[in-house]
């Protein structure tokens, strides 16, 4: 049957060149088209129908205050081996003129402060990264055996995941457990000589209601040596959830995060900007093949016999154009795929698994607008249970200082606070309360930037400009800086605070014993406040986010059946079917769809060669 449906795929093509539609520009859709057109025009009509007015889907690039920043893609994650890589070095894109993106690596070491102005120093956070760089290292190399050697089935996996045990969330706190419970063990006359300037928060304990009570809580600003430990751990976590794109570590599969990969060798940014990837990729392309403003709004394609003269697909577009094609390669974000075939994340963990086939059933004839027929149920459990996640970017365009002083690198701790509260009591509104870092993009940078992911990262995108900057400005007030920013008024209850800040300073003193103690509150920390440009990845219907993760109750299988193409010879009873439908109508590209490498771009990159190459070999032209 192989054999049959191949000759009649070259007796077509005899008549016409085979139809490839390719729906989106990124750099999946773009490597696809560049790999068919490697042969020349002579072997595909080809077309790539892109929704918006420019190529590079999540790769963004942008001037702002005259240096070059990205809205999505940053980095390359490794440079032995990446198309990237490669790429950017022979199209000369790592040679700039303009300051670029952390062209100077990562920002200095950064000044740690918790809320209320207690800078934390490094000898106090120095057990808990470690220990957290340990749990890190030790799940990127779980096996699946290590993690769950009794989850045989998948229900049993299932309780294991809401349990949290089979979680990424739930293997980094067992491991901050674990390290709490050894300390405790621990004298506390060892805690204060490995921290000494924590000694008053670990060891004093006054008289409760005494003045040296009360001048401990004013300068701890009810900070305890655990608490601190804590939110330095925390701070690594709402990092891992900015590189995840997870709105919670709990949602994490921990089996499937060991088969993530990265290229060896060192990351780095590009000086020229990603868009110069996607930019030498589409200059490849023949004129006539992309097609701006197309936006896919209906893919028909069929599961019965056709003949051979007739593209069994058609795919409407919001412009009212029509497209034919043999086959379609499908490299839209896996947040419109979702969108696209009505599923919703994570249903299927509700009534002990068994709501997953119903969720499928009830939604798979009346909400799959996208495709017509609708995706088979086996197509559309991937769709559903992988993860896909939002992070977003925000930059601040700050005064430059006078002479040589430099913005600095802060990182924050923050009080918890109710999800349900707008506000921290300290004024923090609640989508900066998991912001972990504020930095220069380079070091002599008066651009800062600050990572959002999740929920925080979609309330981002709702607010107004003078919302978000209004919102900086009280969150780094509470840590002990000062903006300059018309919104700021060193008038009434603001003055006041400021004080007392200083009054608390001056109170201190009393409590410091030899050189116990630096100065722990810094006042009058100039941050001039001038403009903002954010990411809005969440709200976009073109991305309706920014990468795929493997949620909790989805594997990395679930990455290999979402690129499986539609209909193809190895589906069950397609190749005993005297009267198949055309093989490879639907194939499917993306970071999504690459077990290994989701979530990148050399990842995207090289799944749009892999379906390229599906077709080459299909009509026997790999050579």
């Known amino acids: 049957m192989a054999q049959e449906q191949l000759r009649e795929a070259t007796a077509r093509s005899q008549n016409r060149r085979p139809r490839v539609v390719i729906v989106g520009a990124g750099i999946a859709g773009l490597s696809a088209a560049n790999r068919l057109q490697s042969g020349g025009n002579l072997l595909f009509e080809l077309t790539v129908l892109e929704a918006s007015d420019r190529v590079g889907g999540r790769i963004c690039s942008f001037e702002f205050a005259g240096e070059k920043l990205e809205l999505g893609a940053t980095w390359i994650h490794g440079i032995e081996g990446s198309p990237i890589y490669e ?40 057990p808990v990264t470690d220990l957290y760089s340990r749990l890190l290292s030790e799940a990127q190399k779980l096996r699946v055996s290590d993690v769950n050697q009794a989850a045989n089935g998948s229900l049993l996996k299932i309780e294991n995941a809401l349990s949290g045990t089979n979680s990424l969330g739930g293997f980094f706190r067992q491991g901050l457990e674990d390290f709490f419970h050894e300390q405790e063990k621990t004298p506390k006359t060892e805690v204060a000589s490995a921290c000494p300037t924590m000694d008053v928060l670990a060891l004093r304990k006054p008289i409760e209601g005494s003045r040296s009570d009360r001048l401990s809580q004013s300068f701890s600003h009810g900070w305890d040596l655990h608490s601190l430990q804590e939110g330095v751990f925390t701070i690594h976590e709402n990092h891992e959830r900015c590189v995840t794109a997870a709105d919670s570590l709990y949602d994490i599969d921990l089996e499937s995060f060991s088969e993530y990969r990265e290229f060896p060798g060192k990351q780095i940014t590009i000086s020229k900007g ?10 490849n392309l023949s004129a006539g093949i992309l097609q701006f403003g197309r936006k ?48 919703e994340s994570r249903g299927f ?29 086996w197509k559309l459990g991937p769709i559903c249970r992988l993860g896909f996640g939002l992070v977003d970017k925000l930059f601040l365009k700050l005064e430059p200082f006078q002479g040589e002083r430099m913005h600095q690198h802060m990182q924050f701790i923050h009080k918890k606070c109710s999800e349900n509260n707008m506000f921290s009591k300290d004024g923090i509104p609640r ?80 409590l410091r014993n030899g050189d116990c103690f630096k100065e722990c509150l810094q006042m009058n920390e100039d941050v001039p406040l001038c403009s903002i440009k954010r990411s809005r990845w969440g709200t976009n219907p073109l991305f309706r986010g920014s990468y795929s993760y493997v949620a909790v109750g989805s594997s990395g299988a679930d990455i290999e059946l979402l690129a499986e193409p539609l209909p193809s010879q190895e589906q069950e009873g397609r190749a005993s079917s005297s009267h198949a439908a055309p093989l490879l109508q639907l194939l499917f590209a993306g970071e999504a769809t690459h077990r290994h490498h989701y979530s990148t771009t050399h990842g995207a990159y090289l799944s749009g060669v892999r379906e390229a190459d599906r077709l080459l070999q299909h009509y026997d032209w790999s050579n």
């Open 431 to 510: 989508w900066m309360g998991k912001t972990f870092s504020l930095y220069p993009v380079h070091k002599k940078s008066h651009i800062l930037l600050a990572w959002f992911a999740g929920k925080e990262a979609l309330e981002m995108e709702s607010l107004t400009e003078e919302e978000i900057k209004k919102g900086v400005i009280n969150t780094l007030s509470s840590f002990g800086y000062v903006p300059r920013h018309p919104l700021w008024s060193k008038s009434g209850s603001s003055e006041c605070a400021d004080n007392m800040l200083h009054e608390r300073m001056a109170e201190s003193a009393s």
């Open 87 to 126: 790429i950017a070095e022979t199209s000369g894109a790592l040679e700039g003129a303009m300051p670029w993106e952390r062209m100077d690596g990562y920002p200095t070491t950064p000044i740690v402060k918790a809320e209320g102005g207690l800078v934390v120093e490094p000898v106090l956070m120095k």
């Open 296 to 343: 896919v709004t209906k893919i028909c394609w069929t599961d019965s016999h056709l003949g051979s003269s007739v593209p069994p697909v058609v795919l409407f577009c919001d412009d009212g154009s029509k497209f034919q094609a043999d086959h379609v390669i499908i490299t839209v974000s896996l947040g419109v795929l979702k969108a696209g075939t009505g599923v």
């Open 274 to 283: 990603f868009s110069s990837i996607v930019n030498v990729l589409s200059d």
């Open 349 to 377: 963990l509700n009534e002990d698994g068994k709501s997953y086939r119903k969720e499928i059933e009830n939604k798979s004839h009346s909400l799959c607008e996208l495709f017509h027929p609708p995706l088979p149920r």
